[in-house]
């Protein structure tokens, strides 16, 4: 069977559920443009900046994409076989993290762009609020560490391909500090030059090709300048990158986060048009070369992943659905929105974007014969291969094309990185209340360092072998965030009943809640408790990772309680008539009688 016959009816599919479901969503969640946004009410061109709608896209789609739409995908199904990795990604992103994506975007929207966690507190309690906040902060933390370490991976060694060529990790560091600068220059020309959006993309996009490029001739190797091992070296990488997210979260958005994250974006376009391209090349051209050779179907349980349920919807977290994209929606998201009807193609529309960016990161899986030793390879570089393979059919050269899939994984990690880093400031702010500079350095501080304790401190399997740090913390990260995902349908299902008392709403946000949150405490209990049970009965784990589940698990179950209590309460006078202290928008006096 080719690609083509997955690759293609997925696209239509996923186009089709947006035109038909997206517009659904728009109509039940009433958007209208008569209704000005919180960018546009409250702009102070700082946190606050209405945006074109393609640069916003473009920035929303890279800081959600990041590595998980790739590195799930890839170890799923190299676990279970690409049919439930599949049939996962497009109906968890449809009707679960679509859902999720654009609820929390237009939530934030009608609360004044503040985050889910003040939604909660305007319709849970302080109590409620102040756990979300917790719990959020060491999400943030999980995704730091597991990101930031698979990355540095990149940085290091020498991955040689099937032609005999070979992709310097130090020509992949290079083209990555590059590209750093690239996005500070297009900043400036576009704020005090006046630069416009397009020139922009004409003169940057191709200089990041250039960066790409150029990055092999004068590859960085940091093992070899320090004279130490790769390990070593993948180590000191991971604290340079948290020191670039203590003052990357620090910059003015329009300084770094928003040409990068509009360079990103373009990467991600460019990624996906070229694997799409190459398929279509590879099947016409050399029958047979695209052909799916993977097992759909491989074991119910495996020794590394576990069981298949409910592992599979905590593996493939980006792609299907992610709580972290809800921090992106009112985190940064909210407050750039120009328009309320722009929530469909950035809220809902990027959601669908990514999982094709799941099912081409899944097709890198698909092309491997069973039993193949580049399955045990890192995911990113078994993305890495897969895309380059794809892009070879286009003429580019399979080193050339590695080196475009590495350095686009990591440019969606950037984003992500230096978000989470501002995300956990603003959280560490609320919690102690501190604020101005001060403030804004220790919740940095705070976020970036906790991360690199984790990165020093050695990782170790049950025989003491030493294990990658991001593979420590990637199914806790995976569990972590879906069960953050739950936290906010269960957020926003508490909202909408309030202040809608619609039937609707139990189908739309309510059964997303509850597979998610079923899913996510499940896996997270069956890696958090045996962590305390030794062969004479009950131990305490010195390593802090299975606390932190515990924790997690803990904060979660108190505020299911604090939900539950809420929505069996009586309606207090006046609560349905307002949206977080705001006007209710025209129409919805209607649709609650509906």
Known sequence: MSLLAILLPSAILLALAYRIYGSVLARLFRLDDADATPAVTLRDDVDYEPIAPQLLMGQHFSAIAAAGPIVGP??????FGWLPALLWILVGSIFIGGVHDFSALVASIRHKSR?????VRDHMSRRAYVLFLAFVWIALVYII?????????????RQTLENGDSVSGGGIATSSLLYLVIPVVMGVCMRYLKMPLWLATVIFVPLVGVAIWIGQFIPFDLASVLGT????AQQIWGILLLLYCLGAAMVPMWALLQPRGHLGGCFLYAALAGAAIGLVMSDRLVAGDAAVRYPAFTSWQ???????????????????????HSLIASGTTSKQLRRE???KAIGYGTMLLEAMVAIVSLCCVMVLAAGSPLANQPPNFVYALGMGSFLEMLGVPAAIGVSFALMAFTTFVYDTLDVCTRLGRYIVQELTGLSGRAGAWLGTALTAGVPMLFLLRPQLDGNGNAVPVWKTFWSLFGASNQLLAALTLLGVTVWLWRTRRAAWVWLVTGLPTAFMYAMSTWALTAMTLPKF???TGLVLPADPVPWAGLVLLGLALVMLVEAVRVIALPQRPGGPGRIGGLPEPRGWAAAKTA
């Open 115 to 119: 985050s889910i966690a003040e939604v």
């Open 533 to 535: 049970r030794g062969a």
């Open 229 to 232: 091992t790769n390990a070593r």
């Open 341 to 343: 009807t722009d929530a």
């Open 302 to 324: 495996t020794a590394k992943a576990g069981d298949l349920i409910p592992m599979l919807f905590i593996t493939i977290a980006c792609g299907a659905c992610s709580g972290f």
């Open 74 to 79: 890839i170890l799923a199904g190299v676990a």
């Open 145 to 157: 560490v597991a990101f930031t370490d698979i990355t540095a991976s990149s940085f290091v060694g």
